[in-house]
T-cell receptor, first 112, second 116 residues
Framework: AQSVTQLDSQVPVFEEAPVELRCNYS??????LFWYVQYPNQGLQLLLK??????LVKGINGFEAEFNKSQTSFHLRKPSVHISDTAEYFC??????????FGSGTKLNVKP | DTGVSQNPRHKITKRGQNVTFRCDPI?????LYWYRQTLGQGPEFLTY????????KSRLLSDRFSAERPKGSFSTLEIQRTEQGDSAMYLC??????????????FGEGSWLTVV
């Protein structure tokens, strides 16, 4: 079975500062990795995904993530955040059946 | 492409009543998923379909829950004899492709259920 751990439930950060949201996964087989963002009262939107190839993946809104197989991690980063990045971020893995497993989420709160 | 559409967006019901949610996936997406999300948690898998075939039901889905996808297009999720613990957001998602494809799933905006 697959599981996803997001250790930080909340991350406060000032505008224009860098941020890293951590994600670790557990799987006995190869998986695909995703980050989704959720704004209040909305569904989830894809930020980026890793399928294979280069371990550094770039997504929308200036976000990027790095796949680290040895550490089973897929941390999300942004060098300079904006107020509009305030949202909840979910890390997810999908297995060979294309079922998705989500972490419990990290609320990013960008302060002016 | 109008995206995944869910309705109603909000439903308040009394305990013991039945409720039904509808999901219209992105056209030509053959996979359709239902997830449940409670406050402070990530989405939890409930069930999914490949065309009209229901592939798997989570153990979270009690006998009071039933999902259908007739003709492989829209899907309905019915909850019978609702309980307060059913209060949550019910998310629908769809994707193209099948097993092992790593395809993205696209979510609707969710249907909020409040059981009073």
């Amino acid at each position: 079975a697959q599981s996803v751990t997001q250790l930080d439930s909340q991350v406060p950060v000032f505008e224009e500062a860098p941020v890293e949201l951590r994600c670790n996964y557990s799987s006995s087989v190869s998986v695909y990795l995703f980050w989704y963002v959720q704004y209040p009262n909305q569904g989830l939107q894809l930020l980026l995904k890793y399928l294979s190839g280069s371990t550094l993946v770039k997504g929308i809104n200036g976000f990027e993530a790095e796949f680290n197989k040895s550490q089973t991690s897929f941390h999300l980063r942004k060098p300079s955040v904006h107020i509009s990045d305030t949202a909840e971020y979910f890390c997810a893995v999908s297995d060979r059946l294309n079922k998705f497993y989500f972490g419990s989420g990290t609320k990013l709160n960008v302060k002016p | 492409d109008t995206g995944v559409s869910q309705n109603p967006r909000h439903k308040i019901t009394k305990r013991g009543q039945n409720v039904t949610f509808r999901c219209d996936p992105i056209s030509e997406h053959n996979r359709l998923y239902w997830y449940r999300q409670t406050l402070g948690q990530g989405p939890e898998f409930l069930t999914y379909f490949q065309n009209e075939a229901q592939l798997e039901k989570s153990r979270l889905l009690s006998d009071r829950f039933s999902a259908e996808r007739p003709k492989g297009s829209f899907s309905t999720l019915e909850i019978q004899r609702t309980e307060q613990g059913d209060s949550a957001m019910y998310l629908c998602a769809s994707s193209s492709g099948g097993d092992g494809t790593g395809n993205t799933i696209y979510f609707g905006e969710g249907s909020w259920l409040t059981v009073v």
